[in-house]
């Protein structure tokens, strides 16, 4: 028989994961648009929409899909793109 905490666990699992998921297909249509800013050489339009992507990352560190680091080191890493491209 399985125990009705272990019932409530594998909802809260089931929707935390679908929500984890989601969050990370919008940090990487986030980061994939912004890339392709940028080898297009739009780089006005790369500057523009750096903080979007920043906020993106943020939140999906916030919450505990990525971690911390993770996101500090992608927005160092996207800002050095846009630099090394000018």
Known sequence: MITKSAKKA???NLT??????????VM?????A????????????????LPKVYKVLDKTA??????KNTAS??????AKLLATAK
Do not use: M
């Open 10 to 12: 594998y909802r809260q």
């Open 16 to 25: 935390r994961r679908a929500q984890n998921e989601a969050r990370k297909e």
């Open 28 to 32: 990487k249509k986030a980061l994939k």
């Open 34 to 49: 912004y890339k392709k800013l940028v080898a297009a050489k739009k780089l006005d339009e790369a500057k523009a929409e």
């Open 62 to 67: 916030k919450v505990g899909t990525i971690k």
């Open 73 to 78: 080191r992608l927005k160092s890493r996207l």
